[in-house]
């Protein structure tokens, strides 16, 4: 069930005892406390649940560059880690997408200006296999499409969405309310240097190992396989 910033931020004011009429710390305070933890801890969920996060845009070679060579595209506003960059082939039911080749930029300047060529899509029209590299806010392909025939797929994880309103709504799973309410009290002890956030930290350590084994067991059942926490945003 959703959960909303006030329920949060009162959960939080219980947890360190700042329940009078007129609390101590302001509200706008416990907001910006609650919104930079939910970004903070979106950053496991995403290795956990990667899921959550994931989001996918469309872009059209030409028409939706940034640069007048083709090459770069500008990330959606809310991204905050790269998955993958597909092209489109094809329509309907015969649509299907091929995997762009992801290199560092350096290795794409060199491809790029000394012509080395690679392994050839089978409709490719210059011969060569485009490839992606990441450069901060933009994405380049290399080599840039040369029509608006060219539709790529961009799958990226997101950033969890700004609280605007007390009824908005913590992107972020339910199971971990608990730890964003734990983690938000340690931030405000520790401000005013209050040796019992130790304590709570400890109960947040747990909370989470107790959220991580949990995702590892959910995906090896699903998998048959371990569960391999390596990915980074």
Known sequence: ??????????????????????????????????????????????????????????????DDAADSTNEFYNFPSDYRAFVQLERQYGTGTGRVYQPLRIVNAEDQDRWRLYDVGLL??????????????????????VPAPTSTNYEYRLKYIRRPVALSADESNLDIPDQWMEVIVLDSAIYVMAQRGDPNAAML????????????????????SSTGMPYMDQMAF
């Not at 609390?23 to 969920?45: E, H, K």
């Not at 089978?122 to 450069?135: F, G, L």
């Open 120 to 141: 050839s899509l089978p409709d490719s029209i210059t011969n060569y296999e485009q490839v992606v590299s990441i450069w901060g806010t933009q994405f380049r392909v």
């Open 1 to 62: 069930m959703p959960t909303t910033r006030s329920t949060i931020r009162t959960r939080i004011q219980r947890r360190l005892g700042d329940t009078n009429s007129t609390p101590f710390y302001a509200t706008a305070f416990y907001n910006d406390v609650i919104d930079s933890r939910v970004q903070t801890w979106a950053g496991l969920v995403c290795r956990l649940a990667p899921n959550w996060y994931l989001e996918h845009t469309n872009f059209t070679g030409v």
């Open 201 to 220: 930290m400890e109960l947040r350590d747990r909370e989470v190992k107790m959220l991580r084994d949990d995702y590892r067991r959910m995906n090896a």
